[in-house]
């Protein structure tokens, strides 16, 4: 069974502030590694993919991937309350879908 | 990215009724999906739609409950038959280019 874990959260982060999100993932044979954000009643919308070890990065986004230890992360730089969302972490290998975890909820005060 | 139409985007039906859920992508994909998303958890996949064939559908989920279609590359409709209540759901068509995945509106059905 291919499994993506994330911890649910809530994680709770002052506006400004670094963000980190993580993820593990089962299936040692997965290929490309996604994140999603999702707001409130609205569907998925991709903000990052990675598909080699190290890191990526995008504007405030930086993906980090650790393929020996099966681990992807996200960090989110100068935290805005409009990131406050669920942030699903994806695995898949090719021709094949997305496998989601459970999302993370991160909220950003300011 | 891909440009992906679902609808009903959301709609009541009474329990022992079917809908149809139609979802067009406004450009020729290699893969499409369907998934189902229940009140505050992630996403579970239902099926891989299949261009010209049967689709491939996941452990739990059966083409008698959620027969789908894929005429073309750019279409595909999910239907959920015979509904109950635990149908209640939002379900999402899904379609990949290359790597990445992208989503439609979704569809929120209640089942009363």
């Known amino acids: 069974q291919k499994e993506v874990e994330q911890n649910s959260g809530p994680l709770s982060v002052p506006e400004g502030a670094i963000a980190s999100l993580n993820c593990t993932y089962s299936?040692?044979?997965?290929?490309?590694f996604f994140w999603y954000r999702q707001y409130s009643g609205k569907s998925p919308e991709l903000i990052m993919s990675?598909?080699?070890?190290g890191d990526k990065e995008d504007g405030r986004f930086t993906a980090q991937l650790n393929k020996a230890s099966q681990y992807v992360s996200l960090l989110i730089r100068d935290s805005q309350p409009s990131d406050s969302a669920t942030y699903l972490c994806?695995?898949?290998?090719?021709?094949?879908?997305?496998?989601f975890g459970k999302g993370t909820t991160l909220s950003v005060s300011s | 990215s891909a440009v992906i139409s679902q609808k009903p985007s959301r709609d009541i039906c009474q329990r022992g009724t079917s809908l149809t859920i139609q979802c067009q992508v406004d450009?020729?994909?290699?893969?499409m999906f369907w998934y189902r998303q229940q009140p505050g958890q992630s996403l579970t996949l239902i099926a891989t739609?299949?261009?010209?064939?049967?689709?491939?559908?996941e452990s739990g989920f059966v083409i008698d409950k959620f027969p789908i279609s894929r005429p073309n590359l750019t279409f595909s409709t999910l239907t959920v038959s015979n509904m109950s209540p635990e149908d209640s759901s939002i379900y999402l068509c899904?379609?990949?280019?290359?790597?990445?995945?992208?989503f439609g509106q979704g569809t929120r059905l209640t089942v009363v």
């Open positions: 739609a299949n261009q010209g064939s049967e689709a491939t559908y």
């Open positions: 899904s379609a990949r280019e290359v790597a990445e995945a992208f």
């Open positions: 299936d040692r044979v997965s290929q490309s």
């Open positions: 990675i598909y080699s070890n």
């Open positions: 994806a695995v898949n290998q090719a021709g094949t879908a997305l496998i």
């Open positions: 450009s020729q994909v290699t893969m």
